[in-house]
């Protein structure tokens, strides 16, 4: 059963700092490149970061470069995204996506993060 589990959403005023986790299952997690999307009311799923099997390479959204940062543990089965600095327009739901070779997709339900004052 694959379960890509969620957390660390919330409220939080700008320039704050937010860690979300996703926290994987039913799968094997190291075998898999892992990506951050998030979703703002009215707008596209939009990509907010990339990280490679092992981790050795990161990628991000023009938006979000030097201010967020992607991360992932292989023993835990856990994705991070550190997030500092926010800005209300990262108000989004943010979801944890596993991609495998050569179709897997599966994805998480979604985090709510707000940033307001």
């Known amino acids: 059963q694959v379960q890509l589990v969620e957390s660390g959403g919330g409220s939080v005023q700008p320039g704050g700092s937010l860690r979300l986790s996703c926290t994987c299952s039913?799968?094997?997690?190291?075998?898999?490149?892992m990506k951050w999307y998030r979703q703002a009311p009215g707008k596209e799923r939009e990509l907010v970061a990339t990280i490679t099997t092992t981790g050795s390479t990161t990628n991000y959204a023009d938006s979000v470069k030097g201010r967020f940062t992607i991360s992932r543990d292989n023993t835990k089965n856990t994705l991070y995204l550190q997030m500092n600095s926010l800005k209300p327009e990262d108000t989004a739901v943010y979801f944890c996506n596993a991609v495998g070779w050569p179709q897997a997709n599966f994805w998480g339900q979604g985090t709510q993060v707000t940033v307001s004052s």
């Open positions: 039913g799968f094997t997690f190291s075998n898999y490149g």
